[in-house]
């Protein structure tokens, strides 16, 4: 795979479209059932059960002039037989306006919000609700359509219906037609995926190394593949990185008794980086001080690095390490709200699992890992789940 990859005319870093757009949505969850029976008959059978629904979508915008993301998760969930269900959900979503056509500086607002269905200090706890606003420089660009289209090409020709991997104008157009999946679903309604296959498959035609005049079932599968079936790509591809420097402040915290602290100085990055097709590494970096008696002494936020392989067309590989910060506390005043201090400990997660693209959009995730909480306790956890792609 890595020599294919070298002989193509074109990389994951050639991507860098003045519009681009996708969206995805996935559900997964897990159930769990036991029972005990005691050997002493006249002691009744214990039963236990959980069960968690997990629901993400995602969507972004680019152009040269702005750019916009959206990230929502939620979740319902039973921790025990016979508990109220619980739910709760994170919101985070933001815009960027760029001064010039290009990946220089740009100005930027965030909003972010979450809840989770709990009660506290007697009270019914309630959304949160962050914002952010300052500025920045650099940018971040999904080149997932362009991998795909390399995968298509790779196919193709491996296939024999092309002669050699197309030139790279070809790849960047057909990069461009799968990036406009939305747009195509809008115009074409049912028939939108075959007429994403028919476009590309004009390109191919076009491209001077087909070995056919016109596509043959086998091609226009193996095109279908990529894009909608059992070559789906699961994990993301992006490269680049921007970094950005301004104000927080928590307009709304989780209960009506804790007060909203002080603003907060922040500095946030992000750097991606692809190795050929199948390797993906990213970075994060979230740090922050209050602009109070505490600036400069208190540091919150958290670091990671992630990586991601896609070891066939169904198999792929994830890993990943965070540290985060968070601000120690010296106890507990008069309503049972912790006190904070000016420091913080460290919470550090490694965690590593596999996805396996199953049928029809349905994917097994299957994850283990190690969390060391500051001065507190070791946990390892294990984590099976049934995903659902819905788009």
Known sequence: MTSAVQAQ???????????????KFLIDGFYNWAQTTPEDTSQSKNLSSSWRL????????SSPSYAWNLNLNGALSQTARGDTTRYEYNLATDLSKYFTDSHGFFGNGELRSNYQRKREFGKDNRPTIEIFGGLG???QVNATSLAKAIRIDED?????ITNKFMPKSTMLAIAQIIDREAEYRDKYKAIYESKIIEDITQEVLNSGVSNFNNMSALGFMRIRDVLYGNNQFINERAWGGDIRLGVA???????????SPSPTLDIRGRYAYPIGINHQIRTLLNVRSPL?????????GNLGIFYSYNFTNRISFNAGYTATLNQLFSGLDTLGIPIGTDKSGADHTVSAGFNFYIENYITLNLTGGYTRIYRTEDRFFTNASIGFIIF
């Open 9 to 23: 005319n074109v990389k994951i870093t050639d991507f860098d479209l003045p519009v681009s757009s996708a969206r």
């Open 54 to 61: 997990n629901g993400l979508y995602t969507q972004f915008y």
């Open 137 to 139: 420089y650099g940018r």
């Open 156 to 160: 193709l020709r491996k296939g024999g």
């Open 249 to 259: 402040y928590e307009l709304l915290t989780r209960n009506e008794l804790i007060k």
């Open 292 to 300: 109070d008696s505490n600036f400069a002494k208190l540091f919150t």
